[in-house]
């Protein structure tokens, strides 16, 4: 019995060890196969295809008798989100990705959390009381990541050669240069550009599950969606239909481990452990991945890593912790403010349960 409660006390440190495991691999087989060829506008594609049909089924089973009517109001508000995320957010992503590193793409999406905030403020969903501590810790964490974004950007540094990397340092300066062209910078702006529109679909995503609460048949809307918008923008701009060949091969498998990995495992064990630690626990895992994919990165993609990447890098994740310790305050006190009326609240499935949707994105904030 004993072992039963340390199992159960150490399992969400696992399963979100393993989930940043995966999202790491997203980064890395994403650059891998773009390298390779393979156009990101077809990838888009494959990617919301294999979530649309692996979460399908789990929408219409654990949602079949809670799932409200769509509207025609609520139909748009779907468009909306699926060109803001799959569309947009996925295809800017992919783009700045090719154009950097998985490792600096990585590290630089990291300044999500405040992005979202300022989105918050500007859209008055965010109070903000400067004589507050919270308060001004979210302030100050939004201004040090931002910080460490541009450090990131304006100071590159020498390159830092790991053990399995010293081999190849022709080849990291000759890379190192190449990344200092007019590509790079495009690089950085796409992964900005991604970062604003996956800020943007949180909020709006938050705000349709209050009138939508089903969350996995909302997932499989969007990703429905996504498919036929990003479909065809795809059209539009692949004119070779040879880019739409797919064999079993690397492209295949970025398809189908994006699709499975990250829309529909990352939503089942972000939802249970959200249910059991709460959602500035998951958040506070991030970080992580972006250490990952620099290790694996360097070893795998012979990616260049500089000290001023990863001097910025930290200072990035100072500012994101400074701001969810505001954000986990917030949250506690909302608990305390609505202690009396939790009591009397049903118990719900982790993945089901419409207060766990609306805290994964509001802790992102």
């Known amino acids: 019995m004993e072992l039963a409660g340390k199992w159960r006390k150490v399992m969400p440190y696992l399963a979100m060890v393993f989930l940043q495991f995966g999202f790491a691999g997203l980064f890395l087989i994403s650059v891998a196969s773009l390298r390779q060829g393979m156009s990101h506008y077809v990838l888009v594609v494959y990617r919301n295809a294999v979530a649309a049909v692996v979460m399908a089924p789990f929408a219409l089973w654990f949602e079949r008798k809670t799932r409200a009517k769509m509207t025609l109001s609520l139909f748009g508000k779907v468009l909306a989100l699926a060109l803001l995320e799959p569309v947009l957010d996925q295809n800017f992503f992919y783009m700045g990705a090719n154009s950097t590193s998985a490792s600096f793409s990585s590290a630089l999406t990291n300044i999500l959390p405040a992005v979202t905030f300022v989105n918050a403020i500007l859209l008055r969903m965010e109070r903000i009381n400067i004589r507050e501590r919270r308060s001004q810790a979210k302030i100050a ?179 994101v912790y400074a701001l969810i310790w505001g954000k986990s305050n917030d949250h506690v006190n909302q608990v305390e403010r609505d202690d009396d009326f939790e009591k009397h609240k049903a118990f719900e499935l982790p993945f089901t349960a419409t207060s766990i949707t609306k805290e994964s994105n509001l802790d992102r904030i």
């Open 141 to 319: 964490g939004t201004l040090i990541t931002v910080g460490g974004a541009l450090l990131m950007i304006l100071f590159s540094g020498p390159v830092v050669n790991f053990p399995w990397t010293k081999h190849s340092a022709g080849h990291a300066i000759a890379d190192s240069a190449s990344h200092s062209s007019g590509r790079w910078l495009m690089g950085i702006f796409m992964i900005l550009l991604s970062c604003f529109c996956w800020s943007a679909f949180f909020i709006l995503q938050s705000h349709t599950l209050r009138s939508y609460p089903s969350e996995l048949s909302l997932t499989t809307l969007i990703c429905g969606m996504g498919v036929m918008q990003s479909g065809a923008v795809a059209l539009v701009m692949e004119h070779d239909m040879k880019a739409w060949a797919i064999g079993f091969d690397m492209r295949l498998f970025t398809a189908v481990y994006s699709g499975i990995m990250c829309s529909g495992v990352a939503y089942y064990v972000q939802g249970i452990v959200i249910q059991e630690r709460g959602p500035v626990f998951v958040t506070a895992f991030s970080p992580l991945c972006m250490i990952i994919v620099t290790v694996l990165g360097s070893f795998i993609l012979s990616e260049v890593i500089t000290l001023g990447r990863i001097i910025g890098a930290m200072v990035i994740v100072i500012g």
